[in-house]
């Protein structure tokens, strides 16, 4: 009886478990394998990026900028120094100067790396700007402004000098046959120097017209003849035309209405010494002549070209 009650029982059992395995579905993967995801290294949308060989990037306003000319100056850098005050030191631009010396980052600089300074208002060169965007052939180049001198008056010594060296200049310009002589008063020739009898030439003018010192020098004579030369003055001149003996050359004025200058009074040229007079003819005109030495010479082969 126990022998068969244990047997049911180990019967029991395993129909038990039996029973467990037979509940329990098997489990099967029947999904699809994921496929292998791939990233694309380029796509038709794709854009290509060009990476410098050093693996850095400059500043776009600073690739797109000429490199600005330098000074032939150079600074080393100190401890302490930075762009803006070196450029501030020099007189130039911050952002010129990075370009110059290829500086990326302003506030690395080495203590001892030496930096070319670029060119500066300060030595006379600026650079041009570039026109402004959008606006092509536009130059937008700021013009300095410009700076009016003042100037001391000039002291009479200082005017006595100047007009020793102009005399001197003169002297030496004519004895270098570089000499031109002005033309006492304005008008036409009308007696040439054969027409006066190889003595000089007659200029028609007005009565009353002013008469020039035709070179500086010193009144040498006033005086009136009735020998066709009515009121006159002699001027003596401290110099000698080329190719001429040295005794100084002498001009003549005559036919004069006024003479407003003092014998022995030193003249400039230019200066006003007479007034135009009339001849015993009645012609209205002024009688110059040039002499050097005592001889008479034609006085339009010296004076200015018209």
Not at 65 to 78: K, N
Request: aromatic share 4%; hydrophobic share 35%.
């Amino acid at each position: 009886m126990r022998m068969r009650s244990l047997a049911a029982l180990c019967g029991l059992v395993f129909l038990a478990g039996c029973s467990s395995v037979d509940l329990v579905a098997p489990i099967e993967d029947r999904s699809t394998p994921a496929p292998e995801v791939t990233v694309p290294v380029q796509s038709s949308d794709a854009q290509s990026v060009p990476v410098p060989q050093d693996n850095t990037f400059e500043p776009k306003h600073l690739v797109s900028e000429p490199t600005p000319q330098a000074s032939g100056r150079t600074h080393v850098v100190e401890h302490g120094d930075t762009i803006y005050n070196i450029s501030m030191r020099y007189g130039v631009n911050p952002r010129e100067l990075m370009l110059l010396n290829g500086v990326q980052d302003p506030t690395q600089l080495s203590i001892g790396r030496e930096l070319q300074i670029p060119v500066s208002r300060e030595d006379g060169s600026v650079q041009q700007a570039a026109p402004a965007s959008g606006v092509e052939g536009q130059d937008l180049t700021a013009t300095p402004p410009t700076v009016q001198v003042a100037t001391r008056p000039e002291t009479a010594s200082q005017a006595a000098e100047r007009r020793a060296a102009e005399q001197q200049q003169r002297s030496e310009a004519a004895a270098r046959g570089e000499i031109e002589i002005r033309w006492p008063v304005e008008g036409p020739v009308i007696a040439d120097f054969n027409r006066t009898g190889t003595l000089g030439i007659d200029i028609g003018a007005s009565k009353g017209d002013p008469v020039m010192a035709v070179l500086d020098g010193t009144v040498h004579y006033i005086g009136n003849n009735n020998d066709g030369y009515g009121q006159f003055v002699l001027i003596r001149h401290n110099i000698r035309l080329p190719g001429k003996p040295t005794a100084p050359v002498v001009t003549v004025y005559g036919n004069l209405s006024k003479v407003i200058v003092k014998l022995n009074e030193s003249v400039r040229a230019g200066q006003k010494i007479a007034e135009v007079g009339d001849s015993g003819s009645g012609v209205e005109k002024l009688r110059f002549e040039l002499r050097q030495g005592g001889q008479p010479l034609d006085p339009m082969r010296y004076l200015t070209k018209r």
